[in-house]
């Protein structure tokens, strides 16, 4: 099966991020497809490579990064949303004059049509937010 | 059609469970998972209203009712744990997934 | 722009303002319109006020952002499903939302609502029949 995954929440503030790493875990170890993990809304959050969360507790802006560097799984932020939030890549930087970029590995910035797309292409949407 | 539908808020904090049930029809399935879990204990306002539908399935994510400290008999009858593998055969056999956030 | 054709279902819950997955969730309608799939949208619990006509952000400072869903009618976004019900808990009649249109091309291009009122069991069948349902 194809899954397509929405993550509507940013990192800690609600467990949307962690139930949807759970889920993509448990979808790739039985041998499913992912066909894109798309956050949205404060979703764009977890693509920061700003966070330094206590050493005690799980890191999850790196925990996806190495996911997809393991499974080379396609982790798409939403631009519009990004923009709102500050989640800024190369590009961006230079379009909007932003003095910095912050993108985490294995995350790339792109339109809603990702999401659309993804719906279509998928044999299923998975949700998870608050 | 089946829709696997998935709460992830305490039944006392939000109406979505509430409003699932109310979607939920013959065949489907519903996952409680983070704290959707509390709607599944024994005892509660709502614990009624949960274990009396039928031809619903009702399952809850055993992680999350662990990690909130609920044992297994604190769990409504009829209501299946589940893990996150299982979760993940859930949304495959059902036709599509319905999120009540 | 795709060859296969979905059942998109886009379902609205919460009111607007107070949170941003209103509005965020109506720009995924609008990208969405592009790509031709069969497009609804499901407006249940608090998802209702999203349509209440006569919003003035003025005073809050925001983006008034419900002339959008009159301009669904133009991207061929025609099929807005409320829950009867949920109005009705919140004292809301079809009168006190946006009268939203669209121009039919199919039948001469006369104006029909895009507003469906539906009951929950009507609008659980509706679900049913999607293809993918989106929640924000």
Redesign the interface.
């Known amino acids: 099966m194809k899954f397509a995954i ?1 993550v ?1 929440e940013g990192p800690y503030q609600h467990q949307a991020t962690d139930s949807a790493y759970q889920f993509t875990k448990a979808a790739l170890s039985a041998g499913h497809e992912i066909m894109r993990v798309f956050f ?2 404060d979703g764009v959050n977890n693509g920061t490579n700003l966070t330094t969360p206590p050493q005690d507790d799980r890191n999850i802006v790196n925990r996806w990064s190495e996911l997809a560097k393991e499974h080379d799984l396609d982790l798409v932020v939403c631009v ?2 990004a923009q709102r939030r500050g989640i800024v890549d190369e590009g961006e930087m230079q379009r909007n004059g932003k003095s910095a970029q912050n993108i985490a590995d294995g995350f790339r910035i792109s ?3 990702q ?3 993804a ?3 998928s044999d299923r ?1 998975v ?1 998870f ?1 608050d | ?1 089946s ?1 696997l539908h998935t709460v992830n808020k305490s039944p006392f904090e939000k ?2 469970l509430n ?1 699932c049930l ?2 939920a ?1 013959e065949g489907s399935s519903v996952l409680l998972y983070e704290d959707g879990v509390y709607g599944a204990i024994k005892g509660t306002a709502i614990a009624d209203k949960i274990s009396g539908l039928s031809g619903v399935k009702i399952y809850a994510l055993g992680p999350d009712l662990k990690a909130r400290g609920v044992s297994p008999e604190k769990i409504v009858d009829g209501i299946e744990v589940v893990d996150y593998a299982a979760f993940v055969s859930l949304a495959a056999e059902n036709d ?6 | 722009m ?1 060859e ?1 054709i ?1 059942k ?1 279902m886009y ?1 609205n ?1 919460r009111a607007p303002y107070g949170t ?2 209103a509005w ?1 969730a109506l ?2 309608v609008l ?2 319109a ?2 031709d ?1 069969d497009v609804s949208l499901a407006f ?2 608090d998802g209702v006020y999203q349509l209440v006509k006569g919003q003035d952000t003025s005073e809050v400072d925001m983006k008034n952002f419900s002339p959008t869903y009159q301009a669904l009618g133009d991207y061929d976004v025609t099929k807005l499903y409320v829950e009867k ?1 949920s109005l009705e808990e919140r004292g809301l009649t079809l009168d006190d939302l946006m009268p939203l249109t669209y121009e039919d091309e199919d039948d001469d291009w006369a104006e029909k609502d895009s507003i469906k009122l539906m009951s ?1 069991s009507e ?3 509706i ?10």
């Open positions: 929405q509507n949205y809304h519009a949303a339109g809603l049509g999401l659309i797309e719906g279509i292409q949407l949700v937010g | 059609m829709i109406s979505s409003s109310g979607y029809r599509k997934v319905q999120a009540w956030v | 795709s296969i979905k998109f379902i819950r941003i997955y965020e720009e995924v990208i969405g592009a790509f799939q249940i619990d019900e929950r609008l659980a069948a679900m049913d029949e999607q293809d993918i349902l989106f929640s924000f």
